[in-house]
């Protein structure tokens, strides 16, 4: 069974499949916020959407972080990692982007569990 949640006009934040969650396209809601502002913003999002699947921050297995520039790696981490414990860190990627739209310093893509 499968199982969205989030609609947007051109797809779901959340999709749920065999157990597995998949999040995509999270960003912050106030794009005049700094790098520490939107990734608290996005992780905040993000544990709502989980909670409406059903799951939560700890069973966060993978997540793709897109920046806008990867000189802003640090402050992203420094909210990262007071956000998670570090016994329920994931396996993370991050990756510079050209061009996320207007003020959009971070883009978050996440599979959790059930």
Sequence with gaps: MIN???RTPIMHRVVEANGLIFLGGI???DLSLDMRGQ???VL???EGYLAEAG???TKIVAATAYVADLK???P???IWTQWFQPEHLPARATLGVADLGDNVLLELVVTAVK
């Design 72 to 74: 802003e790696k640090g």
């Design 76 to 78: 992203m981490n420094e």
């Design 39 to 41: 990734t608290q913003q």
């Design 55 to 57: 799951s939560d921050k």
């Design 44 to 46: 905040e999002k993000l």
């Design 27 to 29: 960003v912050a809601d």
């Design 4 to 6: 969205r949640y989030v």
